[in-house]
């Protein structure tokens, strides 16, 4: 077998985990030329880590990046139209993601415009206050539910988003029938 096909094997296999392979074949590849001999060796020696991770970790953190990035874009839309120093405050906050997603499910319920949402909520108000309160009016409960499209969204960061958060929802459900199939020794070893 050649390092090439079995490269192709090692791919599959973190691919069926749940890995999102390609970014990370793209950051090795970026990180410095590879070699004229062997460049597949190279390579897989250099996602090697990345391939093996945890896939649940990884999808989390997929998710997490997908959320901060689209929270990242909406804060910068609405800082033209809510106060900057708000959201420049809101932005520095590492919930600001939770915060996009409320604004984004109370924008869904209620059909209200985000700035407007924002200034009958209370723009002054903290990033946990303001984020209660817009969960409230969009019935949200979870941070890790599907983004909702807001009006002005970049539709590539919604759409990475959302499928950071299916591809975390489908391996977090892999992962929990697994358990239920194969329970880890240490539960038998609690007793009654």
Do not use: C, K
């Amino acid at each position: 077998m050649s390092w090439f096909s079995g490269f192709d094997v090692h791919l599959d296999t973190a691919a069926d985990r749940g890995i999102d392979v390609e970014p990370i074949i793209e950051r090795a590849a970026a990180h410095h030329p590879l070699p004229t001999e062997t460049p597949a060796a190279a390579l897989y020696w250099r996602a090697a880590d990345d391939l093996a991770a945890d896939s649940v970790v990884t999808a989390r953190d997929a998710l997490d990046a997908a959320n901060l990035h689209l929270a990242d874009q909406r804060l910068t839309s609405l800082s033209t139209v809510v106060a900057a120093e708000s959201t420049s405050r809101w932005a520095q906050h590492p919930d600001r993601d939770d915060l996009t997603a409320a604004l984004a499910a109370a924008h869904a319920h209620t059909g209200l415009a985000p700035e407007h949402l924002v200034h009958a909520a209370g723009r002054h108000r903290d990033v946990d206050d303001l984020t209660g309160i817009l969960r409230n009016l969009g019935a949200v409960t979870s941070s890790r539910t599907a983004p909702a499209a807001l009006p002005g969204d970049d539709p590539a960061a919604v759409e990475a988003a959302r499928a950071a958060h299916q591809r975390y929802q489908n391996i977090v459900e892999v992962a929990r029938r697994e358990l239920d199939h194969t329970p880890p020794a240490w539960i038998s070893q609690l007793g009654p």
